[in-house]
């Protein structure tokens, strides 16, 4: 149990289009899903938390109007990247807690491959 | 902000040898998770510590959550060479919207060479 899906796996833009992740909780229902962003060789950083049914909660330095979150049910969060640019090309993998109902950690999703041309 | 000072970065060793990493936050973490990330993926739960002292392993893993509960280690013995990937320590504070939130270490590059 316990299965986060992330889509797309990889995907290729165009400087100044939007893309769109989606993050999905399988078999479980995800009160909160957490967005991270990693540069190769690197860790994984924080962007935002996602709760369902109200606004995200970006970390300090995340654009939110560039990286749009949507959390509209239990079991799907969604980020959308806008106008991306060559810079925004990146590893982005996603999360997904049930919350205190688990005495257990979040759930990652197999990350989004992210490249602007 | 909370920061978790992860070392060595990279490691190389031969197959069946012994290797310990480990994890030091300047504050107090509640749980204490260790994940490994292959190449293009995302990271996958190896050990989660919930008690300070706590000693967990997990088949050749072995994972300390620290009295202080600022520090934990990981040590994986017998290394195989299917150990090879990217190892992150990662905190969690919990309770209320907390739970699933984590801060990750830079990780420890680890090769294993036959």
């Known amino acids: 149990g316990a299965v986060v899906s992330q889509h797309p796996s990889w995907v290729i833009c165009k400087s100044g289009t939007s893309v769109k992740i989606e993050c999905r909780s399988l078999?479980?229902?995800?009160?909160?899903m957490f967005w991270y962003r990693q540069f190769p060789k690197q860790s994984l950083m924080l962007m935002a938390t996602?709760?369902?049914?109200?606004?995200?909660?970006?970390e300090q330095g995340v654009e939110k109007d560039k990286f749009l979150i949507n959390h509209a049910s239990l079991t799907l969060s969604t980020l959308t990247v806008t106008s991306a640019h060559p810079e925004d090309s990146s590893f982005y993998i996603c999360?997904?807690?049930?919350?205190?109902?688990?005495?257990?950690?979040?759930?990652f999703g197999q990350g989004t491959r992210l490249t602007v041309v | 902000g909370q920061q978790l000072n992860q070392s060595p970065q990279s490691m190389f060793i031969q197959e069946g040898e012994d290797v310990s990493m480990n994890c030091t936050s300047s504050?107090?973490?509640?749980?204490w998770l260790w994940y490994k990330q292959d190449p293009g993926e995302g990271p996958v739960l190896l050990i989660a510590?919930?008690?300070?002292?706590e000693l967990t392993s997990n088949g050749r893993l072995t994972a300390q959550f620290g009295i202080t509960r600022k520090d934990s280690f990981l040590n994986i013995s017998a290394s195989i060479p299917s150990d090879v990937g990217i190892y992150f320590c990662?905190?969690?504070?919990?309770?209320?919207?907390?739970?699933?939130?984590?801060?990750f270490g830079q990780g420890t590059i680890l090769t294993v060479h036959p």
């Open positions: 999360s997904a807690s049930p919350g205190a109902i688990m005495n257990t950690e979040a759930f």
């Open positions: 078999d479980f229902q995800a009160t909160t």
């Open positions: 996602s709760n369902e049914g109200s606004k995200a909660t970006y």
């Open positions: 504050s107090i973490f509640n749980t």
């Open positions: 510590l919930y008690k300070a002292g």
């Open positions: 990662a905190g969690q504070l919990g309770g209320g919207t907390s739970y699933g939130k984590l801060t």
